[in-house]
């Protein structure tokens, strides 16, 4: 299994970016699929999942209502749309997937993970 995320940037308070993972070597749409942060010098965060089947979305209380999660099974893709940014929001964003369909909230409920894009806030 292999996931590559990308789509972050520099970007001012305020502004948008949207983040895309790509997903091959498993069944893709049978995997919950979740997003993470890491601040330098901080612990990795749970950001936001979906469920296999879209029916499930879960979100940090930090992002809920700025960000979106979605994604698009016949094409093995998976979003983070990230809209009026902090400077908070800057780290490292990963991608990850487990073998479970259900939409999961800690980073060891995940079997795979990409190897993350820098997302910059600048204030």
């Known amino acids: 299994v292999q996931l590559q995320a990308s789509g972050g940037g520099l970007v001012q308070t305020g502004g948008s970016l949207r983040l895309s993972c790509t997903f091959s070597?498993?069944?893709?749409?049978?995997?919950?699929m979740g997003w993470f942060r890491q601040a330098s010098g901080k612990e990795r965060e749970f950001v936001a999942t979906?469920?296999?089947?879209?029916?499930?979305?879960l979100y940090a209380n930090s992002v809920k209502g700025r960000f979106t999660i979605s994604r698009d099974n016949a094409k093995n893709m998976a979003y983070l749309q990230m809209n009026r940014l902090k400077p908070e929001d800057t780290a490292v964003y990963y991608c990850?997937?487990?073998?479970?369909?259900?939409?999961?909230?800690?980073?060891?409920?995940?079997?795979?993970w990409g190897q993350g894009t820098q997302v910059t806030v600048s204030s």
């Open positions: 990850a997937a487990s073998q479970a369909s259900y939409a999961a909230e800690s980073p060891y409920e995940y079997d795979y």
């Open positions: 070597g498993r069944a893709f749409s049978t995997s919950a």
């Open positions: 979906v469920s296999w089947r879209s029916d499930s979305t």
